[in-house]
């Protein structure tokens, strides 16, 4: 069983002087037919204007509420409320106002209206549909190359408010407000670092060592989101390599005999296994061609 009051905007007008005219919270409004709405919250009408000895009234814009509950405040645009503590002074007919909109929300009697519980859901429901959206997102502005680990994100709920009045369909609403804080990094920075760590470790600063192929497992990260920085765990398996340089092969290749192929991959320390083929069976020679000349690394 609830009982609401009706409510409103009005528009107040100040035909009476150039002073500004304060008028504070509750202050009655009275429509022709007697019923009373009060102002919402204290206000103060600007001051008129004098042109030529004549007043241009000043206007404000101010929220409205029925004196009383129920369905009968819910009255069409009335042209003119007049202010009654202003009655048996000169101000009486100076200060007035009109509403250029219904009145609404007046009622009186059983209506659906959401249990603490109902609320707590709704609150709940909120705030997850808010964090997906938002992650959804960020997920888009965040460029490729950069990673999100987890722990790496924190969602702050900023503001959550609740309007418990039910529409003709029984439902209420919730409005959230949120952030979300994301601390990412890229990946290949990550890899360059090990990749400096392995030569250490190897005792091979001086080598060229690259990473082949490689595996990246991540801990759960401890993010400190006001200074910008996180720590995590983390597992690499990877395979590292000397690069082979194909294209300069191949040009000190060009028109060697079997046997100088032979000698020239023998000076090279980082391959394991290597096997020539000539192509037609008679040819014994690298072309002249260094396009005919294919190199194939495994």
């Known amino acids: 069983m609830v009982e609401d009051k009706a409510a409103g905007k009005i528009t107040i007008y100040n035909a009476y002087s150039s002073d500004p005219q304060r008028l504070v919270a509750t202050t009655r409004f009275a429509a022709p037919d007697g019923k009373i709405f009060r102002l919402v919250k204290e206000i103060t009408v600007p001051a008129a204007k004098i042109v030529e000895g ?36 000169a101000k009486y007919q100076g200060f007035y106002a009109e509403s250029k909109e219904p009145m609404t929300g007046g009622f009186i009697g059983e209506r659906a209206y959401p249990t603490d519980e109902d609320i707590k859901k709704a609150k709940e429901k909120a705030t997850q549909d808010l964090r997906a959206s938002v992650e959804s997102f960020l997920l888009l502005q965040i460029p490729p190359e ?101 294209e300069s092969f191949r040009q000190a290749a060009i028109n060697k005999s079997e046997t100088n192929l032979k000698a020239l991959i023998s000076s090279f320390s980082n391959i394991q296994k290597a096997t020539i083929s000539f192509w037609p069976f008679w040819v014994k020679r690298a072309p002249d061609n260094i396009g005919r000349i294919k190199v194939e690394v495994e």
């Not at 009234?57 to 409205?64: D, F, L, M, R, Y």
């Not at 408010?161 to 890229?186: H, M, P, W, Y």
Request: zero cysteines; aromatic letters at 10%.
């Open 54 to 89: 004549k007043i241009i009234p000043s206007t404000i814009e101010a929220a409205v509420i029925a004196d009383q509950a129920g369905p009968k405040y819910n009255i069409e645009p009335v042209s003119h409320f007049s202010i009654p503590g202003f009655q048996g002074s």
């Open 146 to 246: 950069f990673k999100v680990i987890e722990g790496g994100k924190q969602f702050n709920l900023l503001k959550q408010e609740v309007n418990n009045k039910v529409d003709e369909k029984n439902n209420f609403t919730v409005f959230s407000e949120g952030e979300l804080l994301s601390i990412a990094f890229r990946e290949s920075d990550l890899k360059n670092l090990i990749e400096e760590m392995a030569k250490v470790s190897l005792e091979a600063k001086e080598a060229n060592l690259k990473i082949k192929t490689y595996k990246l497992e991540y801990g759960v990260g401890r993010a400190d989101f006001k200074q910008g920085q996180i720590s995590f765990a983390v597992n690499f398996q990877g395979v590292f390599e000397e690069p082979f340089d194909i």
